[in-house]
């Protein structure tokens, strides 16, 4: 029986994503080779203090690059190649490119381990730039939220609490309105669902109770063309009661 499970990390210490990924021997990271030295890596956001990672000048995204950890060679996205990139587990020396056959660090192919993690993040994805990782990063300042999401979700890190921070709990208990639809007594929290077509969006909304029990507590056809910007942010209004 094969067990696969992968999830967006929470914060630090509380995560069971982080505590399942820690119980592997193995954790993989995705290493390419840097166009200009040959080094391999993995690609790293990096701070102001680190001399690798995400480079920019203050208040210019489109100036984004890439600094190399091995060499300072300058990287630009459309420069990677990863064509012969694999994952690497730094602790074990174990590699592979496709999940199916395994090396080790002297080169040897072995059977495949019994347990192993995978991370990787944004910075990687053919759907997205580093422009765009940047302009996210920025609009981030200030803001604990945003910070905490972007590091969850875009870096897939965990997100480590500082002290004096308030847990989610409170800030969720000054977010909450009255649901309009009745809410039977045993529910326990709420889910919605959305269903995209063409002409409108479809939302269902699910109470869940003790041992997976569920009702439906709301239905909404929010109708309009998919891409419109005022159906968007009707549906956005929708989604966003607590």
Same mark, same amino acid.
């Given at each position: ?5 992968? !999830? ?38 990096? &701070? ?11 208040? &210019?995204?489109?100036?984004? /690059? ?14 990677? &190649? ?31 381990? &019994? !347990? ?6 944004? $910075? ?25 999401? /972007? ?17 989610? =709990?409170?800030?969720? $208990? ?6 309009? =639809? ?12 959305? %269903? !995209? ?38 549906? %956005? ?6």
């Amino acid at each position: 029986p094969k067990s696969i499970r992968g !999830s967006t990390p929470k914060v630090r210490g509380t995560c069971q994503i982080e505590r399942a990924a820690s119980e592997s021997p193995h954790f993989m990271r995705f290493h390419v080779a840097c166009p200009h030295c040959g080094e391999e890596q993995y690609l790293k956001f990096g &701070d102001k203090e680190t001399p690798f990672g995400l480079k920019w000048t203050p208040d &210019d995204p489109s100036s984004v /690059f890439y600094l190399c950890e091995h060499n300072a060679c300058v990287i630009r996205q459309q420069e990677l &190649d990863f064509t012969d990139a694999r994952y690497i587990c730094e602790k074990t020396g174990i590699w592979t490119r496709d999940g199916i056959l395994w090396f080790s660090s002297s080169g040897e192919e072995i059977e495949p381990p &019994d !347990s192993v993690t995978f991370h990787i993040w944004t $910075a990687y994805s053919p759907f997205t730039t580093w422009v765009q990782i940047v302009k996210d990063w920025m609009k981030t300042k200030g803001d604990t939220g945003k910070r905490k999401t /972007f590091v969850n979700t875009t870096l897939g890190e965990t997100w480590e609490a500082k002290i004096g921070e308030r847990p989610d =709990a409170e800030v969720m $208990a000054e977010r909450k309105e009255h649901y309009s =639809a009745p809410v039977p007594d045993r529910v326990a929290y709420l889910t919605a669902g959305i %269903d !995209s077509q063409l002409d409108r969006y479809e939302m269902r909304v699910w109470g869940w109770g003790p041992g997976e029990e569920s009702w439906l507590i709301d239905r909404q056809i929010i109708m309009g063309r998919h891409d419109d910007e005022q159906t968007l942010l009707r549906v %956005d209004e929708a989604i966003n009661k607590t």
